[in-house]
């Protein structure tokens, strides 16, 4: 049986937020929250007018701005900096030496930034740059991007080469062109517009940390930087770290528009199962080679998947309640649920709206890598699955490796494997398969021995984030300026959290604050297939997310929230 897991009453305090993502602590699973009940009222919007400085749309607007974006955005997508999944150390992997080329190309890009920005390298290829405040009662702002792109898988399919940065007068095409550069260049042409100023000095420290690695864990690249910022500043130590993600901004009929941040991630964890078996000609085969075992794994798994759960009071939930608030008509039956408090058939509504929506409120499970066989005449003796997994809320990593076990059970009986499950690791549930193992063994009408053992293995184990704020001072800083930024005639901008099915590099950065926000401020349907073939961004799009960044820049400068005095003494780590 699995062990009884705590639940978590509440929302996690900010004085424990820190401890609770140490990976070899138990996973905390999330069920209903008790809080107050969530309404949708929105702060202000926040206008940073009174600096003195040009106003965003001013600066961000024209023709004239539109193609320096493309050409400092281009610049960067050409630079094909790969992070592969095999890479070595950096200084040892040669295929790491295109960012130095990177690197090149942000000097050239960003002359003021580089000349009133201190930039420290860390591990190698990670980028901090900092400006330091004249208040340091402040906590610094902390914004964040990944500057490493997945690979090509066939570049002839592309409409236009992936590494041309092609723009057609709309879009601009390339491989990181939406995921991350497209945050990247924003977040880096903002700060030089600012810093291109010589009379303007923040009071706030600004830090803006670019990791290298993220396609891949981000544990060379945030994972330093996480560890180099909290031995510079503490832990707590940042009023807000905005980082890529999120769900962008949706328009619900014509007059509200939702903005999305992540105030939270799903967790992850990757399952490896490693099959050893006999091989041997393949004229005279097993009723079932290696692969044939494997494959009724993967068939088992595929044919169970997880169950999906709203939980009241979670982010997704809170997005539904402000869309039932601002937009009723919009979708009639999930107000009428929503407002009915029927949390059992609202989630299965919600599970058939789309991948989007049920990944949300469910753990995924996917079968991305399998490797075997090395001749079309010779019996597989090593075959290899990795199932990738990002962890509900409501389950846990110990809840993932207990299902696998019990998933493949029968069939570990049914060939007499041999099992070796999660040794020596962290997040064990308490089952295992080493018991009866001679019962159901299949009895061909000759002896088969497959002599088979297979041995399960986990990685990258990263528990569910702790929900960020959205409510309080800081929240009221980031909400004003989404509205302020993206604010329209005759319409309301409604800003509220929502859950990330994916992971970001702020998995690194959590003992920083408890205000870690993950949103890329690009209108739904205006960035297209990251991690996929014709990946692009529309370039005016691009544009509104700069004009973000410069006001939220201003106005967490103007604002006194988030001092040292508020710093949580959290103790050692």
């Known amino acids: ?45 926040l206008d940073p007018s009174d600096d003195g400085l040009p106003a965003a749309g001013d600066l961000f607007s024209d023709h004239e701005a539109l193609l320096l974006q493309v050409k400092r955005h281009g610049t960067i997508v050409k630079v094909p900096s790969i992070s592969y999944d095999d890479n070595g150390e950096p200084g040892e992997d040669s295929r790491w030496n295109v960012f130095y080329d990177l690197h090149r190309a942000f ?19 990670g980028l901090v740059y900092t400006i330091k405040g004249t208040d340091t009662s ?105 980082d890529e993600g999120g769900m962008g901004l949706q328009l619900l009929g014509s007059d509200t528009l939702y903005a999305l941040p992540a105030v939270m991630e799903k967790g992850h964890v990757d399952i490896w199962l490693e099959l050893y078996v006999n091989g041997g000609h393949s004229s005279t085969p097993y009723p079932h080679t290696g692969i044939g075992i494997m494959s009724e794994f993967v068939n088992q798994l595929e044919s169970n998947p997880w169950k999906p759960k709203l939980i009241k009071d979670s982010p997704i939930y809170n997005h539904f309640v402000c869309q039932a608030r601002y937009s009723p008509d919009a979708a009639p039956k999930i107000t009428k649920l929503i407002n009915k408090g029927d949390l059992d058939t609202l989630t299965d509504e919600l599970a058939t709206i789309d991948r989007a929506t049920q990944y949300r409120i469910q753990t995924s499970q996917a079968v991305d890598y399998f490797i075997g066989g090395v001749k079309i005449n010779a019996m597989p003796e090593y075959i290899k699955i990795g199932v990738n997994h990002r962890v509900a809320p409501q389950d846990s990593i110990a809840t993932v490796k207990a299902n696998i076990l019990e998933q493949i059970k029968p ?81 309301k901008v409604v800003p509220v959290g929502e859950l990330m099915t994916g992971n970001t590099d702020t998995r690194h950065y959590l003992n920083l604050t408890s205000h870690v926000y993950r949103w890329t401020p690009t209108r739904q349907g205006h960035n297209a297939n990251a991690h996929t073939v014709d990946e692009r961004v529309d370039m005016n799009s691009h544009l509104e997310l700069v004009r973000f960044y410069y006001d939220l820049i201003r106005n967490f400068d103007a604002s006194s929230v988030a001092t040292l005095e508020d710093q949580l003494d959290i103790g050692e780590l």
């Open 1 to 45: 049986m699995v062990p009884k897991l705590a639940l978590v009453a509440a929302v996690l305090s900010t004085s424990a937020f820190a401890r609770s993502l140490l990976q070899n602590e138990a996973q905390e699973v999330l069920d209903d929250i008790s809080s107050s009940e969530f309404k949708c009222d929105v702060p202000p919007a």
């Open 411 to 491: 069939i570990v009986k049914k060939f007499g494997l041999s099992v070796s499950a999660f040794k020596g690791e962290d997040n064990n549930p308490d089952i295992y398969l080493e018991e009866d193992m001679e019962d159901g063994v299949v009895e061909p009408m000759y002896e088969v021995d497959y002599n088979g053992t297979l041995i399960l293995t986990s990685s990258q184990p990263t528990l569910v984030a702790p929900i960020s704020p959205t409510s309080g001072p800081v929240w009221d800083v980031f909400s004003g300026t989404i509205q302020h930024s993206f604010a329209f005639e005759g319409g």
């Open 138 to 242: 402040l906590k610094p702002l902390m914004l964040a991007a990944h500057q490493d792109v997945v690979p090509v898988a066939d570049a002839s399919t592309w409409k236009y080469p992936p590494f041309s940065a092609h723009f057609d007068g709309e879009w601009l095409w390339g491989r990181g062109a939406s995921d991350d550069k497209n945050s990247l260049t924003g977040l880096m042409s903002a700060l030089e517009t600012l810093l291109s100023n010589p009379q303007w000095v923040p009071k706030r420290t600004i830090i803006l940390a670019l990791g290298f690695d993220e396609e891949c864990s981000g544990r060379r690249g945030a994972g330093y930087i996480g560890k180099y910022l909290e031995d510079l500043y503490g832990p707590d130590s940042m009023a807000l770290i905005l």
């Open 107 to 125: 000097a050239a890009l960003y002359p003021n930034l580089h000349l009133r920005m201190d930039r420290d390298a860390v591990n190698t290829f």
